[in-house]
């Protein structure tokens, strides 16, 4: 069993930035591929980032390159999305989600953080 944590949402105003941490139970942390979601009021979950085990590779969304950035460090469990240039349209609960394996699905979610940018 996994428990991911988040933390660092909050309200912030246009061009403003965050950043959210996400800390994972368990021993093999480096071995898991992460990723982020995000869901606005009365839509559906949407995927924003992942990160592989080794850090070594990214990929984003369109709606959030060059803004926000995946990182993790992996002595500490905790994966990152540095948020920067927020927009009214990034308000939303943010959710990591954890790949325990190679191939496949999300095994494990967090309970997620709110993030609300006010114009």
């Known amino acids: 069993q996994v428990t991911l944590v988040e933390s660092g949402g909050g309200l912030v105003q246009a061009g403003g930035s965050l950043r959210l941490s996400c800390i994972a139970s368990?021993?093999?942390?480096?071995?898991?591929?992460m990723d982020w979601f995000r869901q606005a009021p009365g839509k559906e979950r949407e995927f924003v980032a992942r990160?592989?085990?080794?850090?070594?590779?990214?990929t984003y969304t369109n709606f959030v390159k060059g803004r926000f950035t995946i990182s993790r460090d992996n002595a500490k469990n905790t994966v990152y999305l540095q948020m920067n240039s927020l927009k009214p349209e990034d308000t939303a609960v943010y959710y990591c989600?954890?790949?325990?394996?190679?191939?496949?699905?999300?095994?494990?979610w967090g309970q997620g953080t709110q993030v609300t940018v006010s114009s």
């Open positions: 990160i592989s085990a080794s850090g070594s590779t990214t």
């Open positions: 989600a954890a790949r325990t394996r190679p191939v496949g699905p999300i095994d494990y």
């Open positions: 368990g021993p093999t942390f480096s071995s898991y591929r």
